[in-house]
């Protein structure tokens, strides 16, 4: 079964474009080339891609930390201390403002390549050598949801750390009011898992920012979950999850990595029995769902009457109405859910110990490739000679 299934998951990667000889296990974000480890998303034939991914994104975090002072004053002394040790070598130049100076009253909303080109020569040779060494990254905090940062207040004077945990919509009917005289199918506890594992690799894709994008964010959520878009109906945990998983590692447009298509069944775990408070938040986290279909029906309504508009909002309404479903029933069953986590969670370390046993088999076979190309082959002997 594990062997079948590890086929199933991995047969069609396609190879790095860099290497050609590693399979991909990562897409660029910026021109979706696929790329095997971090030296090969720096080589020569990705470097301009990746220098202008690594400068765009320095400029958009300093656009986001507007509401931030202190990390964006972090980021404005880096960029300072590099002008501060080029001084000396802008010899062509007479006077040289502060970066300070030249980047005052520049929008960093819009005018990217002017916050660029206020560089002088060197600061920017300087910012591509930060990049080519990787200490670029340490001016970016590594993204966590609110399932894995919320933490119960126990002062009422502080204020809640971002991510904020959502709030379950309010005014929610009993279950029996949905229902009415029908009753509810068992499989639902497998349908909502899919839709969590959808929901929980949007957030994770988009960076938390699935709420401002939301025509995009929802639209990934209902590529995966097949629960969601296609009705699917999903007999057991097993399926749930792994339909997903193979679901964005086939898709190039929601790839991220092997790892983390395979780590989001732990998220779904978390949302399911919070590690340290041991609170279900699948409530909270279908709710947050719910919000996004709603923000992303009121985009599609605001694009008129054209008849891709008009289907997109049909279909967001139905699933909206599907989520609203979940939330009431996720409510009112709770120790349901609860017991689901473990489950979950050993799904996880299955599939996390047949992705690194099929990293290893495939760490092995190039090994061999390597060896075999400097083997030379002996020359075939005749085995039956002609008698005159």
């Given at each position: 079964?594990?062997?079948?299934?590890?086929?199933?998951?991995?047969?069609?990667?396609?190879?790095?474009?860099?290497?050609?000889?590693?399979?991909?296990?990562?897409?660029?974000?910026?021109?979706?080339?696929?790329?095997?480890?971090?030296?090969?998303?720096?080589?020569?034939?990705?470097?301009?891609?990746?220098?202008?991914?690594?400068?765009?994104?320095?400029?958009?975090?300093?656009?986001?930390?507007?509401?931030?002072?202190?990390?964006?004053?972090?980021?404005?002394?880096?960029?300072?201390?590099?002008?501060?040790?080029?001084?000396?070598?802008?010899?062509?130049?007479?006077?040289?403002?502060?970066?300070?100076?030249?980047?005052?009253?520049?929008?960093?909303?819009?005018?990217?390549?002017?916050?660029?080109?206020?560089?002088?020569?060197?600061?920017?040779?300087?910012?591509?050598?930060?990049?080519?060494?990787?200490?670029?990254?340490?001016?970016?905090?590594?993204?966590?949801?609110?399932?894995?940062?919320?933490?119960?207040?126990?002062?009422?004077?502080?204020?809640?750390?971002?991510?904020?945990?959502?709030?379950?919509?309010?005014?929610?009917?009993?279950?029996?009011?949905?229902?009415?005289?029908?009753?509810?199918?068992?499989?639902?506890?497998?349908?909502?898992?899919?839709?969590?594992?959808?929901?929980?690799?949007?957030?994770?894709?988009?960076?938390?920012?699935?709420?401002?994008?939301?025509?995009?964010?929802?639209?990934?959520?209902?590529?995966?979950?097949?629960?969601?878009?296609?009705?699917?109906?999903?007999?057991?945990?097993?399926?749930?999850?792994?339909?997903?998983?193979?679901?964005?590692?086939?898709?190039?447009?929601?790839?991220?990595?092997?790892?983390?298509?395979?780590?989001?069944?732990?998220?779904?775990?978390?949302?399911?029995?919070?590690t340290t408070s041991h609170l279900c938040q699948v409530p909270e986290a279908l709710s947050d769902l719910h919000q996004l279909l709603a923000r992303a029906k009121a985009a599609s309504k605001a694009e008129g009457k054209k008849s891709d508009a008009q289907d997109s909002v049909k279909q967001l309404h139905r699933v909206a109405k599907k989520v609203f479903f979940f939330v009431v029933w996720s409510s009112e069953h709770v120790e349901d859910l609860l017991s689901l986590s473990d489950v979950v969670l050993l799904e996880y370390e299955t599939s996390l110990k047949e992705l690194?046993?099929?990293?290893?088999?495939?760490?092995?076979?190039?090994?061999?490739?390597?060896?075999?190309?400097?083997?030379?082959?002996?020359?075939?002997?005749?085995?039956?000679?002609?008698?005159?």
């Open positions: 079964m594990g062997i079948g299934f590890t086929r199933f998951f991995f047969l069609q990667i396609p190879l790095c474009a860099s290497c050609l000889a590693q399979l991909s296990r990562y897409t660029c974000p910026r021109c979706n080339v696929r790329y095997c480890s971090v030296a090969c998303y720096r080589h020569e034939r990705h470097l301009q891609c990746s220098e202008s991914f690594y400068r765009d994104s320095v400029i958009t975090e300093l656009q986001q930390m507007k509401g931030n002072g202190e990390e964006r004053r972090h980021v404005m002394e880096t960029l300072m201390r590099m002008q501060e040790g080029d001084e000396d070598d802008d010899q062509n130049e007479d006077h040289v403002a502060s970066l300070e100076e030249r980047l005052d009253g520049l929008d960093l909303d819009k005018d990217l390549d002017q916050v660029w080109q206020c560089l002088t020569l060197s600061e920017q040779q300087q910012f591509n050598q930060l990049v080519q060494s990787g200490h670029v990254g340490h001016l970016f905090s590594l993204y966590s949801p609110w399932w894995e940062t919320f933490t119960p207040v126990t002062d009422m004077t502080e204020k809640p750390s971002p991510p904020l945990k959502p709030s379950v919509l309010s005014d929610l009917p009993p279950l029996s009011s949905l229902v009415k005289d029908a009753k509810v199918s068992p499989s639902v506890h497998y349908n909502v898992l899919n839709a969590l594992y959808a929901y929980a690799y949007t957030v994770r894709l988009y960076n938390g920012d699935h709420l401002e994008l939301a025509m995009q964010a929802s639209q990934a959520v209902l590529d995966i979950s097949g629960a969601l878009s296609s009705n699917t109906v999903f007999c057991a945990t097993r399926d749930a999850l792994r339909v997903a998983v193979t679901t964005v590692q086939q898709r190039k447009d929601l790839f991220m990595s092997l790892e983390s298509s395979v780590s989001v069944m732990r998220d779904v775990a978390h949302l399911l029995c919070h690194q046993s099929y990293l290893e088999t495939e760490q092995t076979v190039k090994a061999f490739r390597k060896t075999s190309k400097g083997c030379r082959h002996a020359a075939p002997q005749t085995l039956v000679e002609q008698l005159n």
